[in-house]
T-cell receptor, first 112, second 114 residues
Framework: DQQVKQNSPSLSVQEGRISILNCDYTNSMFDYFLWYKKYPAEGPTFLISISSIKDKNEDGRFTVFLNKSAKHLSLHIVPSQPGDSAVYFCAASTLGTYKYIFGTGTRLKVLA | NAGVTQTPKFQVLKTGQSMTLQCAQDMNHEYMSWYRQDPGMGLRLIHYSVGAGITDQGEVPNGYNVSRSTTEDFPLRLLSAAPSQTSVYFC?????????????FGQGTRLTVV
């Protein structure tokens, strides 16, 4: 059973437009959520995170929104740039553990 | 600062062979973990450790062993390699903090079992 789900395997967006990547989770004990970016032949790199006590966190062009009642989070990238083309993973963890459960990833392609 | 270092980067094994994937971190992180990445499956947790001498199973532990004798090293052992273990393996570490923090990943080991 997949506790963290990314239902869109791929997404294409024009340069300069907004990219929205979605993630759903089923475990209500999750209280910390992260987004990672992964380029081919590299390890995932941390992008942005959000605690369950917040519903929004911003870092430059990246904003993560959390809707706890819907068990849904999303990553907004504005404006999208060709260098943002990568696979994006969302991950979740629970207070008191250091286990990160990852989703299946969404491949973002930003078209120049 | 090297961060998380994985060796080897590539490996081909024959079915039934055993091998150890190495992982070392120089950030003095307490928590370390191993993931495998397969197409359409994302990153799945194999084993993790919250400190030297302490390990536990993740989502897909079968066929793998780990040990944590030092804070720096967390090797992953394949006891008898099977084609189903063909994957890209990532090691990660994170510090034990009061607040929440992210995991830092190595570059990965691409393993093919024939």
């Amino acid at each position: 059973d997949q506790q963290v789900k990314q239902n869109s395997p791929s997404l294409s967006v024009q340069e300069g437009r907004i990219s929205i990547l979605n993630c759903d989770y089923t475990n209500s004990m999750f209280d910390y959520f992260l987004w990672y970016k992964k380029y081919p032949a590299e390890g995932p790199t941390f992008l942005i995170s959000i605690s369950s006590i917040k519903d929004k966190n911003e870092d430059g062009r990246f904003t993560v929104f959390l809707n706890k009642s819907a068990k849904h989070l999303s990553l907004h990238i504005v404006p999208s740039q060709p260098g943002d083309s990568a696979v994006y993973f969302c991950a979740a963890s629970t207070l008191g553990t250091y286990k990160y459960i990852f989703g299946t990833g969404t491949r973002l392609k930003v078209l120049a | 600062n090297a961060g998380v270092t994985q060796t080897p980067k590539f490996q081909v094994l024959k079915t039934g062979q055993s091998m150890t994937l190495q992982c070392a971190q120089d950030m003095n992180h307490e928590y370390m973990s191993w993931y495998r990445q397969d197409p359409g499956m994302g990153l799945r947790l194999i084993h993790y450790s919250v400190g030297a001498g302490i390990t536990d199973q993740g989502e897909v532990p079968n066929g793998y062993n780990v040990s944590r004798s030092t804070t720096e090293d967390f090797p992953l052992r394949l006891l008898s390699a099977a084609p189903s273990q063909t994957s890209v393996y990532f090691c990660a570490s994170s510090p034990r903090t009061q607040g929440r923090t992210e995991a830092f990943f190595g570059q990965g080991t691409r393993l093919t079992v024939v």
